[in-house]
Nanobody, 127 residues
């Protein structure tokens, strides 16, 4: 069974940066169609943050993070990264990594289209 494992969360001040990483455990040779990041703040629904298509590296972002966050991948390590710059207090959330063997440019922002999820990593941004 594949489990995604996130790392890199923490507590920072507004304006600072963090880099999240995510890689699969279990079946390490699995090839994904794409990976994404979602986040969920207390009392709110899980929301899309960013996604990347594995085949060509095409990237997708929520408007709220566009220009501040950058998603990238290391195909050799089957790892996805989320570089978060200019963090704001409203970015405070639990960040979840998600992956699936398929990827669509039309549904990448929908959480239920991803089969594999991590446990989440807390990102807290103080003002």
């Amino acid at each position: 069974q594949v489990q995604m494992v996130e790392s890199g969360g923490g507590l920072v001040q507004a304006g600072e940066s963090l880099r999240l990483s995510c890689a699969p455990s279990g079946i390490l040779s699995m090839r994904f169609g794409g990976m994404g990041w979602f986040r969920q703040a207390p009392g709110k629904e899980r929301e899309f943050v960013s996604a990347i298509r594995w085949s060509d590296g095409n990237t997708y972002y929520a408007d709220s993070v566009k220009g501040r966050f950058t998603i990238s991948r290391d195909s050799a390590k089957n790892t996805v990264y989320l570089q978060m710059n200019s963090l704001k207090p409203e970015d405070t959330s639990v960040y979840y990594c998600a992956a699936d063997r398929t990827f669509s440019g039309h549904t990448y922002f929908i959480a239920r289209t991803y089969s594999y999820w991590g446990q989440g990593t807390q990102v807290t941004v103080s003002s």
